[in-house]
């Protein structure tokens, strides 16, 4: 009798013993968990990383004469700020799309890179090709309308895929969206001049989660 109650004894230990180092890990995890979420949640509130759009150039942007395929021409160069002194960020998926009145028209992928802290990258892209694009009387009003004065306003979205690196610990993946709105003159010479359009201003972008 008494072995069978030190065995049931032992293994009562055993369980408490489980369900002890169960807890601490999960309180750990927790742990991890919500200062690494604190962390991003920090880094972009605080504005640390900062997207901008610093150079666009637009050099055809025209329908066939059936006014159902777009020809466009656009590169975009992209500024990105990390003005934080201890995270660097490992950008695994960098895609850039744009869109003409809510209309996609093409994509551009940007191999994977690393950002060290307090440092800025520039980031290029180019987007050439036709895209089916309907536009309804609304749409199409106002593509005339900048037809004629020669600027165009686009829609940028980044989809990217990052993780950031506190000295040699990296945290999980995390899928933020970057939004920007653009104004881009048509560099060729069918664009009509005196609209007073000064040019291509760099354009801040919003980061979405």
Known sequence: MCCVCGCCESI??????????????LITLV??????????????????????VQ???LTQFTFDPDNTNLHYNLSL?????????RLGIHYDRFDARIYYDHHRLAAASVPPFYQGHKST????TVFQGQNLVLLGDRGRGRFEDERRSGVYGLDVELKLRA???????????FKPRVRCGV??????????????FQGFQSTDCHIHF
């Open 12 to 25: 009562v230990k055993l369980l408490w013993a489980v369900i002890a180092f169960a807890i601490n890990s």
């Open 55 to 57: 150079a666009a150039e």
């Open 77 to 85: 160069g992209f500024s990105i700020r990390n003005s934080n002194s």
């Open 31 to 52: 742990i991890i968990v919500c200062t690494v979420s604190f962390i991003v949640w920090a880094m972009m509130r605080h504005d640390a990383v900062k997207f901008r």
């Open 163 to 173: 993780r950031l690196m506190f000295g040699l610990v990296n945290t999980w993946r």
């Open 183 to 196: 104004k881009v003159q048509l560099s060729s010479a069918d664009a009509v001049r005196g609209s007073g």
């Open 121 to 124: 990258v520039a980031v290029g």
